[in-house]
């Protein structure tokens, strides 16, 4: 069975309310997910404690992720938080006298700035990669990156200004040169398709509110099979062992699969919402996703920037994503009043972002910049860019 855009529309109620077009922060709520949430309540009521039903849900969902972004369910470990997935990773480094320098862009999400920027505690010296204006390139990596660096976190989609970063071109220096990337993918997975084993990145982590359209509290750890047993990370729990249904304790071990990497209890009732989230975007298609966003990002950043708007985002579809971002005076204020004309956007310092996702059409497109139009005044106006956060 598969989805036409309009049917993937209609399992979104809000959206015959509101204009949604806050996908970088939280995907919409689908009729789909609500009733996985039911579903998993009506487990626990029916049965008291199907720990067994529940575990097989999470292998489903490992199952269900490692098939949407190319990689073996052995590569995949489900973890609450793209934090924890970061964090697991880096306490299987070493930082020596070899090998100490992790390598990071000005766009990373903060999250990813904290863990590894921690890693100083532990011997790792931070090399900062610069942005040129709202541009991260390539050769500037080219330039940071040597014999000495251990690891390059990479997102791939920035989160304050919509940059696509040159991840193939990045990750073939690093590996030139002996680093490992870690790609963090949140502001990218499910709004087109991915292919990590083609990508050639190390490690992957992305999570699950945004375009993938589930709950807060699950994420995932893509690791490379053959790194997989390479690492033992230290920050571990009860679910990174061989078996964790054997109750020892006198013994360390750790999973042959990159669920070596999880660690305490799994947040079941989010695995429910992402599977069944996952399932909803199976129907429609990842290249059927990618092909509407993409038509709406270039609708929507052609006509703002022809409306005479300060539009950060780059207008090469190949080094954007789906998120547009406009440069306002006074973007808390812009979103406040967007709301007040039906429009739910976010901002990041003085960025408006726009962010869209399968379901939405070219009619929302038009409405936001119908509700631009009457808000211009806390826009920046082509021409007097003011000073970026
Ligand atoms: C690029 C990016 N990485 C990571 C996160 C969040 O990570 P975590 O799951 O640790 O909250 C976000 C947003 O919330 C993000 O935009």
């Known amino acids: ?13 809000i959206l015959d309310r509101r204009v949604y077009v806050n996908n970088c922060s939280q995907g919409a709520l689908s009729t789909d997910v609500t009733a996985a949430i039911g579903e998993y309540l009506a487990s626990w009521h029916e049965h008291g404690s199907p720990w067994e039903l529940w575990v ?3 292998e489903r969902l490992r199952r269900s992720f490692a098939a949407a972004v190319g990689a073996l369910p052995e590569e995949i470990a489900v973890v609450p938080s793209a934090s924890a997935g970061i964090n697991a990773v880096a306490s299987a480094l070493r930082f020596d006298s070899s090998r100490a320098t992790v390598v990071m862009g000005e766009f990373e999400f903060p999250t990813m700035a904290q863990a590894w920027l921690a890693q100083q505690r532990r011997g790792a ?4 990669v610069r942005a040129e204006g709202d541009e991260l390139h390539a050769r500037s990596y080219a330039a940071a990156v040597g014999e000495d660096t251990l690891i390059v976190p990479l997102t791939h989609v920035c989160f304050r200004n919509g940059f696509k970063t040159d991840v193939e071109a990045i990750t073939r220096t690093c590996h030139d040169r002996g680093a490992l990337v870690m790609l963090d993918d949140y502001q990218r997975t499910g709004s087109s398709p991915i292919d990590v084993h083609a990508l050639g990145v190390d490690f992957m982590v992305t999570g699950c509110l945004k375009y993938l359209l589930g709950t807060a509290g699950i994420a995932f750890l893509y690791v490379r099979r053959d790194l997989v047993e390479r690492f033992e990370p230290t920050i571990t729990g009860w679910f990174g062992r061989v078996n964790p249904f054997a109750f020892s304790i006198d013994t360390l071990d750790w999973a042959a699969a990159a669920s070596r990497f999880e660690t305490g209890t799994p947040p079941i009732i989010n695995a429910y919402a992402a599977g069944a989230a996952l399932g909803l975007l199976s129907l429609v298609g990842q290249e059927t996703i990618g092909r509407q966003i993409a038509h709406l990002v270039d609708r929507f950043a052609t006509r703002a920037h022809d409306a005479g708007h300060v539009v950060r985002t780059p207008a090469d579809p ?4 789906p998120l547009v971002v406009l440069q306002s005076t006074d973007a808390p204020a812009l979103v406040a009043r967007l709301q007040a004309h039906g429009v739910i956007a976010s901002c990041r310092g003085s960025g408006l972002r726009v962010s869209f996702h399968g379901y939405n059409t070219e009619r929302d497109v038009d409405a936001v910049l119908d509700a631009l139009r009457a808000e211009s005044a806390l826009l920046v106006e082509a021409g007097a860019r003011s000073a970026q956060v």
């Open 1 to 13: 069975m598969t989805l036409s855009l309009q049917e993937f529309r209609s399992r979104f109620p």
């Open 56 to 58: 097989e849900h999470m």
């Open 125 to 128: 010296t931070i090399r900062w």
């Open 318 to 321: 190949a080094r954007r994503g």
